[in-house]
């Protein structure tokens, strides 16, 4: 290395120093000035164009078209909602995608993380770690039928893959049905179950073996099934979510689930329930198959199975299915998957949703924002198609997405942040914390009233 090579490393260095600790200084701030705030602002905007994507800068509704103005997020502020740099509350109906069930930072799940911090943040991979066994009794015993075993991770997309390969080593089958509309994330795998075709068609030929049927067209599904064995690509299993998130919070039709049971057992296939975005008490029980009574073969549980605090995912199975992987039970694994701090805030968010009721909650709140939304909506036949749901997964349909965006903004605006749907644009879900309370969900119904009347189309 020469002397200018080694001067300009050294000062290349000594920059990214300075710089991290401005921004460890302001981490540790729980308040910060005015100038402190428009420095983050500014650093955040250039720093998302130059560094992350400039294309977030045109899809987020909180910059300005000019990019000289964004809101960027800063804390929490109680359990439902968050503030913004400058100061700014926002009730949020967004929740991360669905993963703040139990509320932004509850002090249970928190203190649990700390706890097992102080002690062992993450752990060596040879020993036997002890939170990775405890919380996988804690999902036998809390899972519908004979799930049994647990593989862990760090994102749905990461559970949807177990569980696919799970799938491959019980049967030696590679045929796998999915439905239109699903999400079940964007790795090459996943993303095979996935549905929409923006998403698909940059990284073809996807995993070979998928075949995509109408969501809640059992007919279909059975054609399916008789074409797959009759030509001797044998089903290994259906993967589906019980309500579908992303694709604009869709219900089965009555019976579709215990149909799609009924042709799995009958064709020797696995069931895959893709409950990342309805389980965790989100749809006003404890998992969305409980209103079905439908048990399936493996579930894909994230999102809210961290508790809002630490990303983990977890793919259950019952014993006869997830065998497969006991002979050698490196066939798959992660480094991070099933760390002491995911197990110890996923253990802490069933205690929580447990001790204070939760999946009832949701259950309650759910019909009473329903009801309230679309008497708001009654007078805007309009702009609103439909408005559907259970529990607190509730999905606001409108003609076309450019109202969606229109009413999405005017509640930004006012303080209560929403999103669309991935797969379905002219749908926006309302998907808060299940701690919401009351005079929030008000709040929330009259500002949606309100910038109904506002939006011109």
Not at 2 to 7: D, E, F, L, R, V
Request: proline share 4%.
């Amino acid at each position: 290395m020469t002397n200018q090579t080694a001067t300009s490393a050294k000062e290349k260095y000594a920059s990214v120093y300075e710089y991290s600790n401005q921004v460890l200084d302001l981490i540790a701030k729980q308040d910060i000035t005015k100038e402190e705030a428009a420095w983050v602002t500014r650093q955040t905007v250039e720093n998302f164009r130059d560094h992350v994507n400039p294309g977030f800068l045109q899809y987020r509704k909180s910059v300005t078209k000019d990019t000289q103005f964004a809101s960027v997020e800063w804390k929490d502020s109680g359990l439902n909602a968050f503030q913004d740099v400058n100061g700014k509350e926002y009730i949020d109906c967004l929740g991360g995608f669905g993963i703040y069930n139990v509320g932004h930072g509850h002090p249970k799940v928190k203190q649990a993380v700390i706890n097992q911090m102080n002690r062992q943040a993450l752990h060596s991979q040879d020993l036997l770690d002890p939170l990775r066994a405890m919380l996988a009794k804690i999902l036998a015993d809390v899972t519908p039928g004979d799930l049994k075993y647990a593989f862990f991770g760090n994102s749905g997309t990461e559970a949807v893959e177990a569980a696919l390969k799970l799938a491959k080593m019980y049967s030696s089958r590679t045929t796998f049905i999915a439905t239109t509309k699903a999400f079940h994330g964007k790795s090459l795998g996943s993303l095979s179950g996935t549905a929409k075709g923006v998403f698909r068609k940059p990284f073809l030929p996807m995993i070979p073996g998928f075949k995509h049927v109408h969501f809640g067209d059992i007919d279909m599904m059975r054609k399916t099934f008789e074409a797959c064995a009759m030509t001797g690509e044998d089903v290994a299993a259906v993967i589906l979510e019980p309500i579908q998130g992303e694709g604009g919070v869709n219900l089965p039709p009555e019976g579709y689930l215990q149909a799609v049971r009924a042709l799995c057992d009958e064709f020797g296939a696995l069931l895959i329930f893709d409950e990342v975005q309805t389980g965790m008490g989100r749809t006003g029980k404890m998992f969305a198959a409980e209103h079905y009574d439908v048990v399936p073969d493996i579930m894909c549980l994230a999102k809210a199975f961290g508790g809002g605090i630490m990303p983990a995912s977890a793919t259950i199975a019952s014993e006869k299915v997830f065998s497969s992987f006991f002979e050698n039970p490196f066939m798959h694994t992660t480094t991070f998957g099933g760390n002491p701090l995911a197990c110890a805030a996923a253990i802490a968010t069933f205690n929580v949703l447990i001790e204070d009721n939760l999946p009832q909650r949701a259950s309650e709140l759910g019909d009473y924002m329903l009801k309230g939304l679309r008497e708001a909506a009654a007078n805007y036949g309009d702009k609103v198609m439909e408005i559907r749901g259970l529990g607190l997964l509730i999905g606001v349909e409108f003609h076309n997405d450019e109202i969606g965006y229109e009413v999405s903004k005017g509640l930004f605006d006012n303080g209560i942040l929403v999103a669309g749907t991935l797969i379905n644009a002219k749908t926006i879900r309302i998907e808060p914390p299940l701690t919401l309370t009351y005079e929030e969900a008000d709040k929330v119904i009259a500002t949606f009233k309100k910038v109904l009347g506002e939006v011109k189309i």
